[in-house]
């Protein structure tokens, strides 16, 4: 264990006193050798895990030739994960960048331009309770949680806030307001809780968006890249979005984001609307690139969608009948079991145990592992979890 606070890097992080010094597929190791289980997965990020035996050779190739040139040159992976994103989410265009609310920042000013290009003044945007949208001004603004907000105002205007999956609710809050541009949401809320928004809402959302021309934005960033056993989560609605932010698993560890558009959102941006520096260059396209020929070569969303029901059911039959236990949520490598009580110490008492997890959201505790998690390992998270668990709750 690692006892000393970090004195030279900002206080920002409530830190768990290990120090990983290296991985294999879902297991890492810490500085004196112990060895952890990941469920975590670097917070929905190591898609094919840790040294993955294709990902590190191909990029070691990409270190060796460029890491990073500028967007004031063509970058050749950059079309081709673009073209890969366009033909999996059948959307039509992309903008990289680097993180989650860079991506979700691009996709706010989407939203405000598509407002400004039909005449509206002041575009405003919906967005929902118990949301996590980022950490910049615009995207803790968008967020629906005051702790991440509480000493940052004036927080930037123009967002109406509404409740998850009640359609009444976006009704009446948008009602005879020429102003609303865009709604804008997780289809399953990630750090508020692991709350999914059901499919038939979002069906809802898709025909309102559609019949008052606003833009629909989902914020796929720790739900996308195939956690929930389909590419992107709503696609489980038989839906599309105008607008989806993607970042996390995308470059299964590099940082990767992206702004995938379609029809409606595709041609705001002209040239010096928006940019990044670090966006779109070749390392983190190469990571992309390869994420996804990996995720399909090794068949993972379809590994994800198997290894996650068999470890939803597991937990069902574990905790569903427990006291204690509020409910089971989650699909795919995406799941949460909700405590009646907070449990952010159960993270502490995990590591003991030797596994990785979080707790978000006070009371939930999230499983968010490398989507090539096997129904041992799934097995493995359950028998180590289980009996902290039942510890807990008999306090
Ligand atoms: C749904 C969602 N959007 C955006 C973000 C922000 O991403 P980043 O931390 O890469 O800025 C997160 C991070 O947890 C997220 O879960």
Same mark, same amino acid.
């Given at each position: 264990m690692i006892e000393a606070a970090s004195p030279h890097t900002m206080n920002t992080y409530g830190r768990v006193p290990i120090a990983l010094s290296h991985g294999q597929g879902v297991r890492v190791w810490d500085v004196n050798g112990r060895q952890y289980l990941d469920a975590l997965a670097g917070i929905a990020v190591n898609t094919l895990g840790h040294n993955h035996p294709k990902l590190v050779p191909a990029l070691q190739d990409q270190i060796s030739k460029l890491i990073h040139t500028s967007n004031y040159y063509h970058v050749p992976n950059q079309e081709k994960l673009a073209a890969k994103l366009v033909e999996l989410s059948g959307l039509t265009n992309v903008f990289f960048c680097s993180t989650g609310l860079e991506a979700n920042e691009a996709a706010l000013k989407l939203a405000r331009k598509f407002g400004h290009d039909k005449g509206i003044e002041r575009p405003e945007i919906v967005v929902y309770e118990k949301s996590f949208h980022g950490r910049s001004i615009a995207t803790l603004s968008a967020t629906g949680n005051p702790k991440v907000q509480?000493?940052?105002? =004036?927080l930037v205007e123009g967002f109406i806030r509404v409740p998850v999956n009640d359609i009444e609710s976006l009704k009446a809050a948008t009602e005879?307001? =020429?102003n609303v541009v865009a709604v804008f949401f997780e289809t399953i809320q990630g750090e508020g809780g692991v709350n999914p928004m059901r499919a038939e809402y979002l069906r809802q959302v898709r025909a309102l968006c559609d019949e008052r021309d606003w833009l629909l934005m989902?914020?796929?960033?720790?739900?996308?890249?195939?956690?929930?056993?389909?590419?992107?989560?709503?696609q489980w609605a038989g839906i599309k979005p105008d607008v989806m932010p993607l970042a996390k698993g995308l470059g299964s560890g590099v940082p990767v984001g992206a702004v995938v558009a379609g029809p409606k959102a595709a041609n705001i941006f002209q040239p010096g609307n928006h940019g990044t520096t670090?966006?779109?260059n070749p390392l983190s396209m190469r990571a992309g690139v390869e994420t996804i020929r990996i995720m399909e070569e090794d068949g993972l969303l379809e590994n994800a969608a198997r290894v996650g029901a068999h470890l939803k059911a597991a937990f069902e039959r574990e905790f569903?009948?427990? =006291?204690?236990?509020?409910e089971i949520r989650g699909q795919g490598l995406m799941l949460g079991i909700e405590l009646d009580k907070p449990c952010g110490v159960l993270v502490t008492r995990a590591v003991e145990a030797g596994l990785l997890l979080s707790v978000t959201a006070d009371t939930v505790i999230r499983i968010v592992p =490398?989507?090539?998690?096997t129904t041992a390992e799934a097995d493995e998270i359950v028998g180590l979890l289980a009996p902290l668990v039942r510890a807990f709750l008999a306090e």
């Amino acid at each position: 264990m690692i006892e000393a606070a970090s004195p030279h890097t900002m206080n920002t992080y409530g830190r768990v006193p290990i120090a990983l010094s290296h991985g294999q597929g879902v297991r890492v190791w810490d500085v004196n050798g112990r060895q952890y289980l990941d469920a975590l997965a670097g917070i929905a990020v190591n898609t094919l895990g840790h040294n993955h035996p294709k990902l590190v050779p191909a990029l070691q190739d990409q270190i060796s030739k460029l890491i990073h040139t500028s967007n004031y040159y063509h970058v050749p992976n950059q079309e081709k994960l673009a073209a890969k994103l366009v033909e999996l989410s059948g959307l039509t265009n992309v903008f990289f960048c680097s993180t989650g609310l860079e991506a979700n920042e691009a996709a706010l000013k989407l939203a405000r331009k598509f407002g400004h290009d039909k005449g509206i003044e002041r575009p405003e945007i919906v967005v929902y309770e118990k949301s996590f949208h980022g950490r910049s001004i615009a995207t803790l603004s968008a967020t629906g949680n005051p702790k991440v907000q509480a000493g940052f105002g =004036p927080l930037v205007e123009g967002f109406i806030r509404v409740p998850v999956n009640d359609i009444e609710s976006l009704k009446a809050a948008t009602e005879g307001n =020429p102003n609303v541009v865009a709604v804008f949401f997780e289809t399953i809320q990630g750090e508020g809780g692991v709350n999914p928004m059901r499919a038939e809402y979002l069906r809802q959302v898709r025909a309102l968006c559609d019949e008052r021309d606003w833009l629909l934005m989902i914020d796929e960033v720790q739900c996308g890249m195939g956690r929930t056993g389909k590419w992107f989560a709503h696609q489980w609605a038989g839906i599309k979005p105008d607008v989806m932010p993607l970042a996390k698993g995308l470059g299964s560890g590099v940082p990767v984001g992206a702004v995938v558009a379609g029809p409606k959102a595709a041609n705001i941006f002209q040239p010096g609307n928006h940019g990044t520096t670090f966006g779109g260059n070749p390392l983190s396209m190469r990571a992309g690139v390869e994420t996804i020929r990996i995720m399909e070569e090794d068949g993972l969303l379809e590994n994800a969608a198997r290894v996650g029901a068999h470890l939803k059911a597991a937990f069902e039959r574990e905790f569903g009948s427990l =006291p204690g236990v509020k409910e089971i949520r989650g699909q795919g490598l995406m799941l949460g079991i909700e405590l009646d009580k907070p449990c952010g110490v159960l993270v502490t008492r995990a590591v003991e145990a030797g596994l990785l997890l979080s707790v978000t959201a006070d009371t939930v505790i999230r499983i968010v592992p =490398p989507l090539i998690l096997t129904t041992a390992e799934a097995d493995e998270i359950v028998g180590l979890l289980a009996p902290l668990v039942r510890a807990f709750l008999a306090e």
